[in-house]
């Protein structure tokens, strides 16, 4: 099993930066790929941002060119640094850490979820 605790998020002004983290304890070997999903309100969760492990990354289209993923294989910590944030990106954001995964597609089975946390972007 795989436990993440996420952190970071809050408020920030429009054009602002903030940036999570998500770290993980457990299995962490099993991990082959960490997610970011986000749901905003009245919206179903969608996937913002996937790492793999062989260092393979993928955005979404709303998301590309502002916000990076990475990580830091030492302390077993996933980020997200998002920049240039807007109004629409105010949303509950969760971590994910899948076991498989295509990067390509975006798409792969849920893995063990980060608890969210709360992102408001203010106009």
């Known amino acids: 099993q795989v436990q993440l605790v996420q952190s970071g998020g809050g408020l920030v002004q429009s054009g602002g930066s903030l940036r999570l983290s998500c770290t993980a304890s457990?299995?962490?070997?099993?991990?082959?790929?960490m997610a970011w999903y986000r749901q905003r309100p009245g919206k179903q969760r969608e996937l913002v941002a996937a790492?793999?492990?062989?260092?393979?990354?993928n955005y979404a289209g709303a998301v590309k060119g502002r916000f990076t993923i990475s990580r830091d294989s030492a302390k077993n910590t996933g980020y997200l640094q998002m920049n240039s944030l807007k109004p629409e990106d105010t949303a509950v954001y969760y971590c994910?850490?899948?076991?498989?995964?295509?990067?390509?597609?975006?798409?792969?089975?849920?893995?063990?979820w980060g608890q969210g946390t709360q992102v408001t972007v203010s106009s």
């Open positions: 994910n850490a899948a076991k498989s995964f295509d990067v390509a597609t975006m798409t792969g089975p849920f893995g063990s």
């Open positions: 790492l793999t492990r062989t260092g393979r990354t």
């Open positions: 457990g299995s962490v070997s099993t991990i082959y790929a």
